[in-house]
């Protein structure tokens, strides 16, 4: 089984701060990871994900994220955020285990607001 | 449409009625997933489908909870003798392949309160 944790519910930023959100998992198999976005009164879409390779992924809009194994996190950052970034972000994993179906296990969120 | 597609975006109803929630998937993707949404709980699995069958409904919370897909396409989450504690979003997933970590597609969601 998967677990995710999302140490902060909530956190409020300036605009052109940079910001980090904090992702941990817990998983008995390698797993897959992922950061998915909603905006105000959106579905759910997806930041960016790792799969293999490089540690560090990247986003279209200047976000990023580490894989570290061996702190088992996946913490996303943005060194500048716009008013347009406040949203809740969702950090989630699925299992390297083809049975499983691709299933994703998310965390409780982070509720960024940028303000002016 | 280029999306997925959730109907009914709103649905209000009384404590005990049964309702269905649609979903019609991306065109062409195998795997369709249905989540629910809810405050206190966050984002739940709740079954996976690959193509009609079922290999995963281990996320339904109860056995009022039921889904199908028919067609390959379009599946329908039914919630029988609704309770208030079935208020929530529920939202329907899709990917192409359901395996190396391919993207899943989320819908807008349906949001369900139970009165």
């Known amino acids: 089984a998967q677990s995710v944790t999302q140490l902060d519910s909530q956190v409020p930023v300036f605009e052109e701060a940079p910001v980090e959100l904090r992702c941990n998992y817990s998983?008995?198999?390698?797993?897959?990871l992922f950061w998915y976005v909603q905006y105000p009164n959106q579905g759910l879409q997806l930041l960016l994900k790792?799969?293999?390779?490089?540690?560090l992924v990247e986003s279209i809009n200047g976000f990023e994220a580490e894989f570290n194994k061996s702190q088992t996190s996946f913490h996303l950052r943005k060194p500048s955020v716009h008013i347009s970034d406040t949203a809740e972000y969702f950090c989630?994993?699925?299992?390297?285990?083809?049975?499983?179906?691709?299933?994703?296990?998310f965390g409780g969120g982070t509720r960024v607001l940028v303000k002016p | 449409g280029a999306g997925v597609s959730q109907s009914p975006s709103n649905k209000v109803t009384e404590k005990g009625k049964d309702v269905e929630l649609r979903c019609d998937p991306i065109?062409?993707?195998?795997?369709l997933y249905w989540y629910r949404q809810s405050l206190g709980q966050g984002l739940e699995f709740l079954i996976y489908?690959?193509?009609?069958?079922?290999?995963?409904k281990s996320g339904l919370p109860s056995d009022r909870f039921s889904a199908e897909r028919t067609g390959g396409s379009v599946s329908t989450l039914t919630i029988q003798r609704t309770q208030q504690e079935d208020s929530a979003v529920y939202l329907c997933?899709?990917?192409?392949?359901?395996?190396?970590?391919?993207?899943?597609?989320f819908g807008e969601g349906s949001w369900l309160t139970v009165v």
């Open positions: 065109s062409g993707h195998t795997a």
């Open positions: 790792y799969l293999s390779g490089s540690t």
């Open positions: 489908f690959q193509g009609n069958s079922a290999p995963d």
């Open positions: 997933a899709s990917t192409f392949n359901p395996s190396s970590g391919n993207t899943i597609y």
């Open positions: 989630a994993v699925s299992p390297m285990i083809k049975a499983a179906g691709n299933k994703l296990t």
């Open positions: 998983s008995s198999v390698s797993v897959y």
